[in-house]
């Protein structure tokens, strides 16, 4: 009896160990939305996942290797809430990110899928980070390259230091592995310290022609309201294009308001690809705790002459047509 009563406490005393050192979090967003969108006459209504976050599934985790060193995983797949059933790029499962991690003194590297160095940059100034009705992404082009602008397979991530006095950057280089459209390489570098947040990145993919993108952003909280700026330059041989993005986000009650305007511009000249679009959106968040909130969001892109953006869950758009709509949704974290 005694030795089994010291067993256990030996075992217990083990458990307490590994649970110090390692654990694992199931973690998640489930968001939907009633939407209406109208273009060219034609009205749709529907229900929409993810109208303000993306809905997701993920499982993380870190374990303490001593010394200041730390390996850790990350999987995340997007969710239909609307459907029930998992949605993700070209059909992978854990498509959002699915990542291996050391992590030290010396900085994170990331070894998986994972959004690029660019995308984090933008999303860090747009007030829904691209996500909805509202998304700074709605107007931007990959210029018909293939290339994807967000997250990629094969990546290498290197992540500085968070100590280095308010100045952050990451580089990564997707090795181009099953892909047809070979390596990617992108990289940014900012500074953020009290209510100041500046960053550039830049991002290059491509075989023969390469894609380009470079985004430039800056944001300054002022406490009753914090504007922000977003320029985006993409290029693919002749052609060009040129996004700039006004936004400001202020408190309001229990939750947040916010608005944005973006201008799309093609920038390669004369032609059937000459086109200009632009996009007014603004919302309301109102949070009933820490992990769930009511939104609303209105949007509404005017594009000009051979320019055809629309809103996600619209009716097809005409060149020099318009698509606007709205959605009210709740969002819970977990």
């Known amino acids: 009896m005694k030795k089994s009563i010291v067993a256990l406490a030996v075992l217990g005393s083990f458990a307490g160990v590994a649970a110090a050192q390692s654990s694992v979090t199931l973690f998640g967003v489930v968001d939907a939305a009633?939407?209406?969108?109208?273009?060219?006459?034609?009205?749709?209504?529907?229900?929409?996942?993810?109208?303000?976050?993306?809905?997701?599934?993920?499982?993380?985790?870190?374990?303490?290797?001593?010394?200041?060193?730390?390996?850790?995983?990350?999987?995340?797949?997007?969710?239909?809430?609307?459907?029930?059933?998992?949605?993700?790029?070209?059909?992978?499962?854990?498509?959002?990110?699915?990542?291996?991690?050391?992590?030290?003194?010396?900085?994170?590297?990331?070894?998986?899928?994972?959004?690029?160095?660019?995308?984090?940059?933008?999303?860090?100034?747009?007030?829904?980070?691209?996500?909805?009705?509202?998304?700074?992404?709605?107007?931007?082009?990959?210029?018909?390259s293939g290339a994807g602008l967000g997250r990629y397979d094969n990546q290498v991530t290197y992540v500085l230091p968070a100590n280095l006095g308010?100045?952050?950057?990451?580089?990564?280089?997707?090795?181009?592995?099953?892909?047809?459209?070979?390596?990617?390489?992108?990289?940014?570098?900012?500074?953020?310290?009290?209510?100041?947040?500046?960053?550039?990145?830049?991002?290059?993919?491509?075989?023969?022609?390469?894609?380009?993108l470079l985004t430039l952003g800056?944001?300054?909280?002022?406490?009753?309201?914090?504007?922000?700026?977003?320029?985006?330059?993409?290029?693919f041989g002749a052609a060009k294009q040129e996004v700039w993005t006004a936004a400001v986000t202020a408190p309001l009650g229990a939750g947040s308001v916010w608005a944005s305007y973006s201008d799309a511009a093609d920038k390669s000249g004369a032609g059937s690809s000459k086109y200009k679009a632009n996009q007014f959106a603004a919302g309301y968040i109102?949070?009933?705790?820490?992990?769930?909130a009511l939104y609303t969001t209105v949007s509404l892109i005017d594009n000009g002459e051979q320019a055809k953006f629309s809103l996600a869950n619209s009716p097809a758009v005409v060149a020099d047509g318009r698509s606007g709509g709205f959605d009210l949704g709740v969002r819970h974290s977990f």
């Open 34 to 144: 009633a939407r209406y969108t109208k273009a060219n006459g034609q009205d749709l209504y529907s229900l929409a996942s993810g109208g303000n976050t993306t809905s997701r599934l993920g499982v993380r985790g870190v374990e303490d290797l001593g010394g200041g060193l730390k390996a850790g995983f990350w999987l995340e797949s997007q969710v239909n809430v609307d459907s029930g059933t998992a949605a993700g790029s070209d059909g992978k499962f854990w498509g959002r990110r699915a990542t291996v991690s050391l992590w030290g003194d010396f900085g994170t590297v990331n070894l998986g899928r994972n959004k690029n160095s660019t995308k984090l940059a933008y999303e860090d100034f747009d007030p829904v980070s691209a996500t909805g009705l509202g998304s700074v992404e709605n107007l931007y082009s990959n210029l018909g």
């Open 166 to 212: 308010g100045f952050y950057g990451s580089v990564d280089v997707a090795a181009g592995e099953g892909s047809t459209f070979g390596k990617s390489y992108s990289g940014r570098v900012g500074y953020k310290a009290d209510a100041i947040n500046v960053s550039a990145a830049y991002m290059e993919s491509g075989v023969d022609t390469k894609f380009k």
């Open 218 to 235: 800056a944001s300054y909280d002022f406490g009753i309201a914090k504007p922000s700026l977003i320029y985006t330059t993409t290029e």
């Open 286 to 292: 109102y949070n009933l705790s820490k992990r769930t």
